[in-house]
């Protein structure tokens, strides 16, 4: 059924009967290595290069890897004070005409803005041990599921969210975990581990690690309430896929913190690498070449789309042979989407403040 060399998926945990057996987990990804004279079992080994016997019928093929898909957010106006959101509203005074905004008076909180009898309610939708809640009993992953869950029914609010009011200009996007597991982006954190920390980041600090017998870099989110910000830097480089970008491995979402794993680039930042050697050593051949890859690569960004919104030495990785990267993908944005959180102005180009 499944050739040598194929990666297949667990559809169930399996507990090994004999030494001889690999145990796995629910979701873990294992290759086979051969059949065997029993057409139930197979010969496989797991991402950590433990081999072991496993039954057919516990797995599947895995699929290749797809793009994680942004949810769009119209009904998303961003930071807008309370009356302005009442002003918005009252334009079209209907039932169930609603609005989320953040909360001027709660900073990195939101508020539910729904309308009802010529009236505002305004509902704050707080973190709750990493989930968003309006009730402290219905918990949600995101804003989109939030939304869904009360435009199915009031649940404990005023009324049903019947209409969204549509906000004007470039739309906020949100994104799932489950997206990234359904994907195929999903990495188990039992098949992770951290060596050392090599530096710090916007998110938290960034790890030297192993993942499948190789060196790999590791990003971790130390708040959770940027998790949006974390996850949508993740579902970007997804659809990502040139030899001048930093290239994404996957993402751990099983256990607190969150990590992203990329591919590990041994000489650093290129602002690093710029600073601590002379003209000596850098030539101008060199230089170009780091030219030129960067733009090789900003050049596919367009080309798809994307606009990165902070390019500087900084966010450009070099590997062992010195072929620059870019990297640091957590301002970058389709055209068409946006997401709230500071801009580094000093980097952004005047169209991109401009546009969103």
């Given at each position: 059924?499944?050739?040598?060399?194929?990666?297949?998926?667990?559809?169930?945990?399996?507990?090994?009967?004999n030494?001889?057996?690999?145990?796995?987990?629910?979701?873990?990804?294992?290759?086979?290595?051969?059949?065997?004279?029993?057409?139930?079992?197979?010969?496989?080994?797991?991402?950590?290069?433990?081999?072991?016997?496993?039954?057919?019928?516990?797995?599947?093929?895995?699929?290749?890897?797809?793009?994680?898909q942004?949810?769009?957010?119209?009904?998303?106006?961003?930071?807008?004070?309370?009356?302005?959101?009442e002003?918005?509203?009252?334009?079209?005074?209907?039932?169930g005409?609603?609005?989320?905004?953040?909360?001027?008076?709660y900073?990195?909180?939101?508020?539910?803005c729904?309308?009802?009898?010529?009236?505002?309610?305004?509902?704050?939708?707080?973190?709750?041990?990493?989930?968003?809640?309006?009730?402290?009993?219905?918990?949600?992953t995101?804003?989109?599921?939030?939304?869904?869950?009360?435009?199915?029914?009031?649940?404990?609010?005023?009324?049903?969210?019947?209409?969204?009011?549509?906000?004007?200009?470039?739309?906020?996007?949100?994104?799932?975990?489950?997206?990234?597991?359904?994907?195929?982006?999903?990495?188990?954190?039992?098949?992770?581990?951290l060596?050392?920390?090599?530096?710090?980041?916007?998110?938290?600090?960034?790890?030297?690690?192993?993942?499948?017998?190789?060196?790999?870099?590791?990003?971790?989110?130390?708040?959770?309430?940027?998790?949006q910000?974390?996850?949508?830097?993740?579902?970007?480089?997804?659809?990502?896929?040139?030899?001048?970008?930093?290239?994404?491995?996957?993402?751990?979402?099983?256990s607190?913190?969150?990590?992203?794993?990329?591919?590990?680039?041994?000489?650093?930042?290129?602002?690093?690498?710029?600073?601590?050697?002379?003209?000596?050593?850098i030539?101008?051949?060199?230089?170009?070449?780091?030219?030129?890859?960067?733009?090789?690569?900003?050049?596919?960004?367009?080309?798809?789309?994307?606009?990165?919104?902070d390019?500087?030495?900084?966010?450009?990785?070099?590997?062992?042979?010195?072929?620059?990267?870019?990297?640091?993908?957590?301002?970058?944005?389709?055209?068409?989407?946006?997401?709230?959180?500071?801009?580094?102005?000093?980097?952004?180009?005047?169209?991109?403040?401009?546009?969103?």
């Amino acid at each position: 059924m499944f050739a040598p060399g194929t990666e297949v998926i667990a559809n169930f945990t399996f507990r090994k009967g004999n030494r001889k057996d690999l145990q796995f987990e629910k979701g873990d990804t294992l290759i086979v290595v051969e059949k065997t004279e029993d057409a139930n079992w197979l010969k496989a080994k797991d991402l950590r290069g433990n081999v072991g016997y496993i039954p057919v019928n516990y797995v599947k093929k895995k699929k290749g890897k797809e793009a994680v898909q942004l949810h769009k957010m119209p009904w998303f106006h961003g930071r807008i004070d309370r009356t302005t959101a009442e002003n918005l509203l009252m334009q079209n005074a209907q039932d169930g005409l609603f609005l989320v905004r953040e909360s001027i008076n709660y900073p990195g909180d939101f508020a539910l803005c729904v309308c009802y009898q010529r009236k505002v309610e305004h509902y704050r939708v707080m973190y709750d041990k990493d989930k968003l809640t309006v009730d402290e009993e219905s918990s949600f992953t995101n804003l989109t599921q939030l939304v869904d869950h009360y435009e199915r029914g009031a649940d404990g609010l005023i009324c049903r969210l019947n209409k969204p009011l549509k906000k004007e200009g470039t739309l906020a996007v949100s994104v799932d975990e489950e997206s990234f597991k359904e994907s195929g982006w999903h990495i188990p954190r039992k098949d992770l581990d951290l060596v050392k920390v090599v530096g710090h980041g916007e998110f938290g600090d960034v790890w030297e690690g192993k993942f499948n017998g190789k060196r790999v870099a590791v990003k971790s989110l130390k708040e959770e309430g940027t998790s949006q910000t974390f996850l949508t830097e993740a579902s970007v480089m997804t659809g990502l896929n040139h030899r001048n970008l930093v290239m994404l491995l996957g993402v751990t979402l099983d256990s607190r913190p969150m990590y992203i794993i990329t591919e590990f680039c041994d000489k650093g930042s290129l602002v690093e690498y710029l600073r601590s050697r002379g003209r000596a050593v850098i030539t101008q051949k060199d230089l170009i070449g780091f030219a030129k890859d960067v733009a090789e690569g900003m050049k596919y960004l367009e080309s798809q789309n994307f606009v990165h919104r902070d390019l500087a030495a900084r966010n450009v990785l070099l590997d062992e042979k010195c072929m620059a990267k870019v990297a640091d993908f957590g301002h970058a944005r389709e055209k068409s989407v946006s997401v709230t959180g500071k801009l580094p102005i000093k980097w952004t180009a005047p169209e991109a403040l401009k546009d969103g």
